[in-house]
């Protein structure tokens, strides 16, 4: 194949640049490696004034997305313009129903209609490719649809924000408390527009629901992640959590279980030697384990100009090659709908509370997590402040539900004071 592979980029943002500046600087290492010349014939984004570090002028502009996605001289949509509606999707539909290919980094859009967007890719006979949408420069869509798809494939998991891990990671580092970190990033421009995004736990959970597709054979079930944000975690407990040899990360898990798929986006404490526990600042880290591989873990940067252009150009230069593989790993008809299962594998809970300075009350919260079912691993009490003191408790492994009815109970001993926390710890 001689004839040049023509990109139409919908989106000049940081990672439109990026690609477009990829394109600029190496055009004989892309042409080399793809067998083919790599070119962009046409753009488009909002503001055509706009400075964006690079040449524009020898590319056609469109000021609608929509006319660029149906263009003759495109071949392949980039479309890295965001948001799971509007005109993100309409470009998106537009392209496949032109006979184009299509790059995404956008894990909303995906998220949302990943199901439909696959079929309808498949109807046309057109693949969508999305490394980019997923933590970042990490290849962890290639490797889960081509170097580990001899796996079946029993968990994934990972760090997918970079944002939370840098707001965590700097709480513990300098001592701050969540409200001053969660400052600090949104003056650093490391937060969405709209910060729930990151700190709900969203945009995460946006890339868990992907990742478990592709993993478990599965339709995209955004409303099956069971989601929380880290807004609630406090300087107190990183600081308890260290002192027992653990780290809170905000923790995406997705296992397929008797009950069904489980995926869950919430803070999770891990072992600080894990390299989970180990990872710092904005990066990220995802973890796939498959009966065959064992565990493989992948780190590196998860968002970013370069990053993310650097993925959004694998994918570029695998179709350039040739290289057609379904949109989540197999045919779009044969993904199957998987009940969702709330946490339903058993784990050990991080619980801090404080109890009254009374005769008897260690006594009576014991009693509470012996009749739900929970043996007590370690604790840890710490001298009380006035009338009550910080208690900090490691339980063997239970259930969700075990550990319901025991912070349920904890009200009637009359010795707790305040809502207890907990949080799962992972087992990495």
């Not at 946490?343 to 801090?352: D, G």
């Not at 710490?382 to 912070?407: G, M, N, Q, W």
Request: aromatic letters at 4%; charged letters at 20%; one cysteine or more.
């Amino acid at each position: 194949m001689t004839s040049p592979l023509r990109l139409g980029i919908a989106g000049l943002g940081t990672v439109g640049a990026g690609v477009v500046r990829i394109v600029q600087e190496h055009p004989e290492l892309l042409a080399a490696r793809a067998g083919r010349a790599v070119e962009i014939t046409a753009v488009s984004a909002r503001n055509r004034a706009r400075d964006r570090g690079v040449d524009l002028s020898a590319y056609a502009w469109e000021d609608d997305a929509a006319v660029l996605a149906a263009r003759d001289d495109v071949d392949v949509v980039l479309e890295l313009m965001g948001g799971h509606e509007g005109i993100a999707k309409s470009v998106v539909e537009i392209a496949l129903d032109n006979g184009k290919d299509v790059v995404t980094a956008n894990k909303a859009l995906l998220a949302h209609h990943g199901q439909a967007l696959a079929e309808r890719a498949e109807a046309q006979g057109r693949v969508i490719r999305f490394e980019a949408a997923v933590a970042g420069g990490i290849p962890v869509i290639k490797a889960l649809t081509e170097s580990l798809a001899g796996n079946e494939m029993t968990r994934v998991m990972g760090v997918m924000n970079g944002t939370c891990n840098y707001i965590l990671t700097r709480m513990q580092s300098a001592g701050l408390p969540y409200d001053a970190v969660f400052q600090e990033a949104a003056d650093l421009g490391y937060l969405e527009a709209d910060p729930q995004l990151d700190v709900g736990g969203i945009d995460a959970g946006h890339k868990l629901a992907l990742l478990a597709a592709i993993a478990f054979g599965t339709k995209v079930d955004f409303s099956g992640v069971e989601l929380e944000g880290i807004g609630a975690i406090t300087i107190e407990d990183i600081n308890h959590a260290a002192d027992m040899g653990f780290r809170i990360k905000l923790l995406g898990v997705a296992q397929m279980t008797g009950r069904g798929l489980e995926q869950r986006m919430s803070p999770c404490l891990v072992p600080a030697s894990s390299p989970l526990g180990q990872l710092e600042g904005g990066t990220n880290m995802v973890v796939l384990e498959g009966d065959a591989i064992g565990q493989v873990v992948l780190r590196g940067p998860g968002a970013g100009a370069g990053p993310t252009a650097s993925a959004v150009m694998g994918d570029v230069m695998d179709l350039a090659r040739g290289i057609r593989l379904p949109v989540f790993g197999q045919p779009a008809s044969g993904l199957r709908a998987a009940r969702a299962a709330q946490a339903a594998v058993p784990a050990p809970y991080y619980l801090r509370m404080r109890l009254l300075d009374k005769p008897g009350a260690l006594a009576k919260v014991a009693r509470v997590l012996g009749e739900a079912g929970i043996s007590i691993d370690r604790m840890r009490q710490y001298d009380h402040e006035d009338t009550s003191a910080p208690v900090l408790i490691v339980t063997h492994k239970t259930t969700r539900a075990a550990l319901e009815d025991a912070l349920a109970g904890f009200e009637a001993t009359g010795v707790v004071q305040g809502a207890p926390v907990a949080i799962r710890i992972e087992q990495v």
